[in-house]
Nanobody, 121 residues
Framework: QVQLVDSGGGLVQAGGSLRLSCTASRSILRPNIMGWSRQAPGKQRELVAGITSITSEGSNTNYADPVKGRFAISADNAKNTVYLQMNSLKPEATAVYYC???????????WGQGTQVTVSS
C-alpha cells in the first residue's frame, strides 16, 4: 500500500498562484498515471491534470480544458513527489484538490487526503 500526502493548498486572491505537492510514501510502480482532481461543493470530482510515466525517463502530461495554459503538472521521481503549479487562479478553481496514483498494467489506485484551495474574487 502506498500513502499519498497532499499539501500546498490555501487562500489566494484571483490572479494569484499556488503550488500543490503530492508525496508518495515510496516509489510508485511504473507505468503509472498520477493526477490531480478537484471537487467543488455540490459538484462531482473532475480531473484537472495528469502525468503518465512509462519509464523513469519519459512522461506525458494532459490537462482539462479550463486549466490549459495556466496549470502545469510535473514530477520529481527522486522525491516521489508530483506537483501542480497553478497560475492565474480564478474563483471557480475553489475546491478540494486530490492527488491520485493508478497503475497502467497493475491494478492499483491510491488517493491523497485532499488539500483545500480557495480563490477569492
Amino acid at each position: 500500500q502506498v500513502q499519498l500526502v497532499d499539501s500546498g493548498g490555501g487562500l489566494v486572491q484571483a490572479g494569484g498562484s499556488l503550488r500543490l505537492s503530492c508525496t508518495a510514501s515510496r516509489s510508485i510502480l511504473r507505468p503509472n498515471i498520477m493526477g490531480w482532481s478537484r471537487q467543488a461543493p455540490g459538484k462531482q470530482r473532475e480531473l484537472v491534470a495528469g502525468i503518465t510515466s512509462i519509464t523513469s525517463e519519459g512522461s506525458n502530461t494532459n490537462y482539462a480544458d479550463p486549466v490549459k495554459g495556466r496549470f502545469a503538472i510535473s514530477a520529481d521521481n527522486a522525491k516521489n513527489t508530483v506537483y501542480l503549479q497553478m497560475n492565474s487562479l480564478k474563483p471557480e478553481a475553489t475546491a478540494v484538490y486530490y492527488c491520485n496514483a493508478r497503475g497502467v498494467l497493475t491494478p492499483f489506485n491510491y488517493w491523497g487526503q485532499g488539500t483545500q484551495v480557495t480563490v477569492s474574487s
